[in-house]
Nanobody, 121 residues
Framework: QVQLVESGGGLVQPGGSLTLSCSASGSISRIVAMGWYRQAPGKQRELVADSNAGGGTNYANSVKGRFTISRDDVDNMVYLQMNSLIPEDTGVYYC???????????????WGRGTQVTVPS
């Protein structure tokens, strides 16, 4: 089984910065994409940023220019550098991995448990 563990969340004042980290472990044979989603109170989970195997990245319009996603494919890590944080960035941030496990031809979609980011207004 694939496990994702996030870290780095916390309380930060508006304008501040945080870096989230996610470590993936398990019998991963190929990663298609890794990324970050967030869920604000009372809202649906939404894509924040993701990075595919070809090096392409996608960002939510609301975070473009402020957040940067990066990956370490040797250690199966993904990071989210968040700058110029605003109260609207508050939410639980989830790590996501899409890919394949060893000896399994079916694609999988795995999630971490989430880490809270709070930016007070």
């Amino acid at each position: 089984q694939v496990q994702l563990v996030e870290s780095g969340g916390g309380l930060v004042q508006p304008g501040g910065s945080l870096t989230l980290s996610c470590s993936a472990s398990g019998s991963i044979s190929r990663i298609v994409a890794m990324g970050w989603y967030r869920q604000a109170p009372g809202k649906q989970r939404e894509l924040v940023a993701d990075s595919n195997a070809g090096g392409g990245t996608n960002y939510a319009n609301s975070v473009k220019g402020r957040f940067t996603i990066s990956r370490d494919d040797v250690d199966n890590m993904v990071y989210l550098q968040m700058n110029s944080l605003i109260p609207e960035d508050t939410g639980v941030y989830y790590c996501n991995l899409r890919g394949y496990q060893t000896h399994d031809t079916r694609p999988g979609d795995w999630w971490g448990r989430g880490t809270q980011v709070t930016v007070p207004s």
